[in-house]
């Protein structure tokens, strides 16, 4: 345990890091090389764990789940740095939360395939899951080599995504530190954090301490779906151009806030059944079967889970968009957004290591109010129906490159 923990640590960690720094080495190498040595090194962690499972290697060294960690951990933060500027940039804003949407339903259906096996047991198909995993992870490596350049990018209304190359390296360095204490970076941390604060208790105690194999890989399936209707949902109300951004944001922010809390309030409630003494240790020597009828309403809450972390992320990167039309300053925000999620990814394991179930339930609950108050301060307050107030701007240097995605109508029917 101490060391799928460290190992967990040390990925999110460097996640968070190159998370950061994704879309400067975007700017250094270009997109095709950068999503091709990500997928790269996510498939050496899934070789890595293929070869200890089918060679039944039971004790493996600790330095080589470190370094299939690190590798892990520097991928998904390249990965995901790039992938989510290129999502909520290519598209214009009308269709916006469609793109984000599919992405969602992809990403998740890959969840969803990468279940245990149903026998409960490491059965053949089980032991070459992580192969299979890897093997999937080099294909779309190769893939991504037919990418094409931001710069190369118009959209169907001819905008153009990115209208220029990068900046030299120092200057980008400096560039990424100004937007750390941005006021955009310094409004959004703390629902940037908190977005995937409760993973580690969701995942390690809700789904993996309660059931045997066969369920934890049963509810994957509900938990990952859930996150797809999640965003899909999300998605086509962000897309309902009829409404005014500003009436489209609160929108969001009033369906975040009615569900997440409503997950952790039934958290809580579901802790008090199961874990009244705050001790798990029964659970592992009978856990619960999906047949079991106690099993039910832990099951149920594990998949809401899923549409809150959906509903949230999306919210979230939808707002992000929002914040500037420039590629670079979008990028910036982004490698913000997912340093910090991963940050509190990390945290989330710490924290589920070294604390009581109840307390953890009502600290994560509450870190969650205290995400909430930024969003809704951004959309009742900030967000205008047409723009972003230029007072709030974090990069004016950049103002002359920037084209807007697209222009409202001047008509009544876009306001609230």
Known sequence: MFEINLSLIVSFLLTGIFSFLGCNILYRIGVRLCMFASCIFISFYSFTYAYRYIAEINDPPIALSIVSAVFMGIGVGVFFSIQTTINIKYPREEVRGKYLAIFAAFFNLGGMLGRDSPDGKRSSFSNYTYLSLGIVQVFGAVISLALVSPTKVRRDDSTVVMSHSADPVVKELANMVKHLVSKWALLFATPYIVSHIGFAYTSNILNGAVFDARTRGFNNIFFWLAKTVGAVVLGLILDHTKWSRRRRAITAVVILALVSNGVWIGGIFNQMQMFPSGNIGHFHEKPLDYTDPAAGPTITLYAFFGLFIGIFDTCIMWFISLLSDDFDVTGRNVSVFRGLQALGTAVSWVMVNNMSIS???????????????????????????????????????????????????ASSEYYL
């Open 359 to 409: 307390t953890l339930c009502y600290v994560n609950w509450g870190l969650l109010l205290l995400g909430l108050c930024p969003l809704a301060y951004f959309a009742l307050v900030i967000l205008r129906n047409n723009t972003v107030p230029s007072e709030y701007d974090v990069d004016m240097e950049f103002a002359e490159l920037r084209t807007p995605s697209y222009t409202y109508k």
